[in-house]
């Protein structure tokens, strides 16, 4: 779950006055992000409205309806079910943009916002590289694949450029 980050993006739109006091929060998800903002909305008292491909789980829908958001499922543009494709994420992600404008809500845009990616620099990233100590880890089973694994993410990459993992 995303819930550092979509707290570090909620917070700078209330400071900055991106997010008025009760406005909605609107964002695209397939899930993670959705969860973690609905968890942060409710704790600061905004409403929530998701937009997500029709192409997701029901599953995922139900959960975010659980967490107290409004989600708005948006026919897919290509693909099957269960498999989202850019396109498909594109539509849903103009809808959201649309419905923040027309409901005076605050756009989250999570690939696009800095405090989200500075929420996993400076949160997540060097806490789970922490955790990482071993170079080599032994997850499951008796036989075992060398894979060369590069780290990439955000918070990982100045820890542990690179990392090599042992699984079965």
């Known amino acids: 779950m995303k819930d550092r980050a979509a707290r570090a993006i ?33 704790a600061l008292g905004h409403p929530l ?12 829908a139900r959960m975010l309806e659980a967490l107290g958001a409004e989600v708005i499922l948006v026919p ?18 103009r809808i959201a943009e649309r419905l923040a404008m027309e409901r005076g809500g605050f756009y989250v845009d999570q690939f696009r916002a800095p405090e989200g990616k500075a929420a996993h620099e400076t949160g997540h990233g060097p806490r789970a590289a922490g955790r990482r100590r ?15 694994v590069p780290r990439r993410r955000a918070g990982f990459a100045k820890e542990q450029p690179e990392r090599r993992v042992w699984c079965s």
């Open 10 to 42: 909620i917070e700078a739109a209330r400071a900055d006055g991106r997010l008025k006091p009760g406005a909605p929060v609107v964002e695209m998800t397939s899930g993670n992000m959705g969860a973690g903002l609905a968890v942060v909305c409710a």
């Open 49 to 60: 409205i998701v937009t997500m491909s029709a192409g997701n789980s029901p599953q995922r």
């Open 76 to 93: 897919q543009i290509a693909g099957e079910p269960r498999q989202v494709t850019g396109p498909d994420i594109a539509a849903a992600a």
């Open 134 to 148: 071993r170079p080599y880890r032994r997850l499951d089973g008796l036989r075992r694949h060398r894979l060369h």
